[in-house]
């Protein structure tokens, strides 16, 4: 299936001083300010705004929304990507095969399929590995017409609850059954714990990570 044209992006964070910073509730980007103006209508939160950006979408909507009804119309891309220091992709990988540039699995082994998910994400935290890259395109259900949004992450408490769910498969069978359409919901849990070792040992880590609920079709 192409890629679909996005009309906006869906973000679960933004730069502080140039830092990375997490957000409770979705900020939006885009560069049509009729779109910026329609999600600041449905989803509350601050005016649009310009910000500096090496994209088109050099507009803002920090909104007052950590849960949108959405409905999704391809299925969730996901795949694991090891980025070199210099930031250029060194390879992509299914979790089980390296994929190739079309993003098909190639006869060459993921060199970490044996490890565990904690390791895995121990060895991409630390840069040593690849790490998740997760896509989702949907519609807002509150304004289908608006155009078509795009939700990309590297959280990896979203890739572990997509597996423990069985998310992609259930999703397969929604869309399968409903036309190409299945409804969602598309949320910012705020997650919180005390760091046991490193630099922060001892403080709370508080952040948001990205849930994606398939509803259930009668």
Not at 104 to 119: G, K, W, Y
Not at 133 to 149: C, M, N, Q, S, V
């Amino acid at each position: 299936m192409d890629t679909p044209r996005t009309v906006a992006y869906f973000r679960a964070g933004h730069s502080v001083n140039g830092r990375p910073a997490s957000l409770e509730e979705w900020r939006v980007t885009t560069g049509d300010p009729e779109v910026a103006a329609k999600i600041h209508e449905l989803l509350g939160g601050d005016a649009p705004q310009k910000f500096e950006t090496k994209g088109e979408d050099d507009i803002e909507v920090f909104t007052a929304s950590a849960e949108v009804d959405i409905v999704i119309v391809k299925p969730i891309r996901q795949r694991m990507v090891f980025w070199s220091r210099a930031n250029k992709l060194v390879y992509a990988t299914d979790g089980e095969w390296k994929l190739d540039d079309s993003g098909n699995p190639t006869d060459e082994p993921d060199p970490d399929a044996s490890l565990s998910f904690a390791e895995r994400k121990q060895k991409g935290q630390d840069g040593l590995g690849p790490v998740p890259d997760t896509e989702l395109y949907f519609r807002l259900a509150a304004d289908p017409d608006l155009g078509i949004f795009k939700f990309q992450t590297g959280s990896w408490g979203l890739v572990r609850d997509l597996a423990y769910d069985g998310t992609e498969d259930i999703l397969a069978d929604a869309l399968a059954d409903g036309d190409g359409k299945a409804s969602a919901f598309l949320k910012l849990v705020p997650t919180s714990f005390v760091a046991k070792n490193g630099p922060r040992a001892g403080q709370r880590i508080e952040f948001s990570h990205p849930s994606i609920t398939l509803v259930p079709t009668l």
